[in-house]
Every structure is written in C-alpha cells, then in structure tokens.
C-alpha cells in the first residue's frame, strides 16, 4: 500500500467519523437501494438487486468481502468486444442539511480501467436482455473500509466505455452500507 495513499485515508476516515449524523438519507437509501442511469439511448434498466456471497439479498450491504450486484438490462447497440469498466465509490456525509454532499473515496482508483468482459459482462457484449452479476470484491481493502462510517449512504458507479466508439454506460447505485466487522472493537 502507496503509504501517502493510507496516511490520506486515514484522515479521511478519521474526519469522517462522526460527521453526517445530521445529513437526511438520500434518495430513501435506509429503506432500500437506489440506482438509476444515467440518460442514455443504448440501454434500459429493468432491474437491480444486491446479494451478499451467499447469494442472499442484502440489505443494508456489508462492505467487508464481496458485493454482487444482478442487473436486469437490454441493450440495444452494436455488439462490443473492447469494454472498459471504472468504478468508483463515494461516500455521503457534511454538517448539516445543505452542506451533505457525496465525497469520491481516493481508494478505489483500484478499481479503475478495468475490462468489463471478465467482470461479469459476456463479450462479444451482443443486443437483447441481459442478466449481469457484478462482483466487486472489497476483501483486499477491509483495512481501509474499516476506516470508512459505517451504516452510512454510499454510491457505486459503475462507468461503461465501449473502446471501439466511445459509447457510454453509467449506472449508479446508492445503498446504505455497513464497513465494520462486528467482531471488531467498536470505534470511539
Ligand atoms: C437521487 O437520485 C437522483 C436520480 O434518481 C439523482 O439525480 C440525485 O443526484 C440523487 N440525490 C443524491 C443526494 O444523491
Ligand atoms: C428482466 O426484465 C424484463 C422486463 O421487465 C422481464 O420481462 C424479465 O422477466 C426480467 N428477467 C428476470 C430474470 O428477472
């Protein structure tokens, strides 16, 4: 671990603790997830749940191990053989009221460039429904996550890139999410 990178989350944990007590729950993220799409006119979005590793549903997701996302999808563009997925992970926190804002987590840089064709997506990604499992696997960064609020909204996006053309497909989960292990001590 790039140690300028910790020292920085550390902070950023630390800061982030105890804040945001005060910030409404976006979206209705403490009954349930909230995704949408970005405008686009390639795909549509039927469904998404999220499941825990044993394929039960969660909720409020636990952010320690692996997060499988089901998306019920169709597609309607030319068939893609080069796709590029960025994920990125923010989290919901200010003072009060107007000041609540999503604030990117530095970590998942990680999680960037990565291809979408052995993340769940079949390549050639052809037209028609599809039914996608996204596994995003936080097991390596449970000592970060450890630092993050727990029981707090975070957002996922997932960012699609076609290479070959440039399309874009941006999807957005907003979930609320535990980051402690309740075996561990509990923080101040
Ligand atoms: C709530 O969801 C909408 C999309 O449904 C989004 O545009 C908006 O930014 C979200 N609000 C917050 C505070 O995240
Ligand atoms: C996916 O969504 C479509 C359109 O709502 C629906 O007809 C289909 O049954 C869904 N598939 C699954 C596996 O849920």
Redesign the pocket.
């Known amino acids: 671990m790039n140690k300028i990178l910790l020292v920085f989350l550390l902070v950023l944990g630390f800061c982030s603790h105890g804040l945001g007590d005060s910030c409404p729950w976006?979206?209705g993220t403490d009954k349930a997830l909230?995704?949408?799409l970005d405008p686009n006119n390639l795909v549509t979005i039927h469904d998404v749940q999220l499941y825990d590793a044993n394929g039960n549903p969660e909720y409020p997701v636990n952010l320690l191990g692996q997060l499988y996302m089901t998306i019920n999808l169709t597609y309607t563009g030319p068939a893609i053989t080069n796709f590029r997925l960025d994920e990125d992970i923010a989290e919901?926190g200010g003072f009060s009221g107007d000041d609540?804002?999503?604030s990117d987590l530095p970590t998942f840089g990680l999680l960037s460039n990565l291809d979408a064709c052995a993340q769940g997506f079949h390549c050639p990604f052809e037209p028609g429904n599809h039914i996608l499992q996204l596994e995003t696997d936080f097991t390596n960064y449970d000592v970060i996550i450890n630092l993050l609020k727990n029981d707090t909204?975070y957002?996922l996006t997932y960012d699609l890139t076609n290479k070959d053309t440039g399309d874009k497909i941006v999807i957005?989960a907003?979930a609320r999410c535990i980051t402690q292990n309740p075996t561990s001590a509990p923080k101040h």
């Open positions: 976006p979206n909230h995704w949408w919901w609540c804002k999503w909204p957002e957005h907003q």
